[in-house]
């Protein structure tokens, strides 16, 4: 069984950071690109970064573009979020999420989400 | 580039079937047959339902389908039952720079 369980989440203030987490296990983590969605509070979910299966490619939102980054230990089979410079904006539950095999493009198992809440 | 655009709500009787539409452009739904369906459960992650406009994921029951015309997906549940009642997402790919963009999600009550 696929699972995902995130981790790391919490309350900070503007300006800070914060690393997420997310522990995989029941496939092989290292033939998935995995990704980071976001869904704020009574909103849709954002798609935020996805890493390649090596971790050599990686992409992001512009709006958390050069305060966000995505990693992977395969080794480890963890993906990792680190969150600099928060904005109260960056308020929502982040979602560690595995793309489709192959070349369809969409997220097939989603861990339970981690809660970042950004206010002073 | 916008979110897709779905209705706020929709709602159908036991048994019944439902549809559920999402909205988008020439650049993301119009372009590409990467459009995929999510269920939401209040307090849960999302589950999805449909890839790749027509495909279901093992598991998922065969009373939900998708389609697709033009720029407009579509959802349809067909024979509606208590537990379809959750919010629905749409999500389309929308090229290599934005990646995907989702809906704003549909209320699904089942009366």
């Known amino acids: 069984e696929v699972q995902l369980v995130e981790s790391g989440g919490g309350l900070v203030q503007p300006g800070g950071s914060l690393r997420l987490s997310c522990a995989a296990s029941?496939?092989?983590?290292?033939?998935?690109?995995m990704h980071w969605v976001r869904q704020a509070p009574g909103k849709g979910p954002v798609w935020v970064s996805r890493?390649?299966?090596?971790?050599?490619?990686?992409n992001y939102a512009d709006s958390v573009k050069g305060r966000f980054t995505i990693s992977r230990d395969n080794a480890k089979d963890t993906l990792f979020l680190e969150l600099n410079s928060l904005r109260v904006e960056d308020t929502a539950v982040y979602y560690c999420?595995?793309?489709?095999?192959?070349?369809?493009?969409?997220?097939?198992?989603w861990g339970q989400g981690s809660l970042v809440a950004v206010s002073s | 580039q916008s979110a897709l655009t779905q209705p706020r709500s929709v709602s159908g009787s036991p048994g019944q079937p439902v549809t559920i539409s999402c909205s988008g452009s020439s650049s993301d739904v119009g372009d590409h047959n990467h459009v995929s369906w999510y269920q939401q459960h209040p307090g849960k992650a999302p589950k999805l339902v449909i890839y790749?406009?027509?495909k279901r994921p093992s598991g998922v029951p065969d009373r939900f389908s998708g389609s697709k015309s033009g720029n407009t997906a579509s959802l349809t549940i067909s024979g509606l039952q208590a537990e379809d009642e959750a919010a629905y997402y749409c999500?389309?790919?929308?090229?290599?720079?934005?990646?995907?963009?989702f809906g704003g999600g549909t209320e699904l009550t089942v009366l």
């Open positions: 999500c389309s790919y929308a090229g290599t720079y934005t990646f995907v963009l």
């Open positions: 790749d406009v027509t």
């Open positions: 029941g496939f092989t983590f290292s033939d998935y690109w």
């Open positions: 999420s595995r793309g489709l095999y192959g070349y369809s493009v969409g997220f097939d198992n």
């Open positions: 890493v390649s299966t090596d971790g050599s490619s990686t």
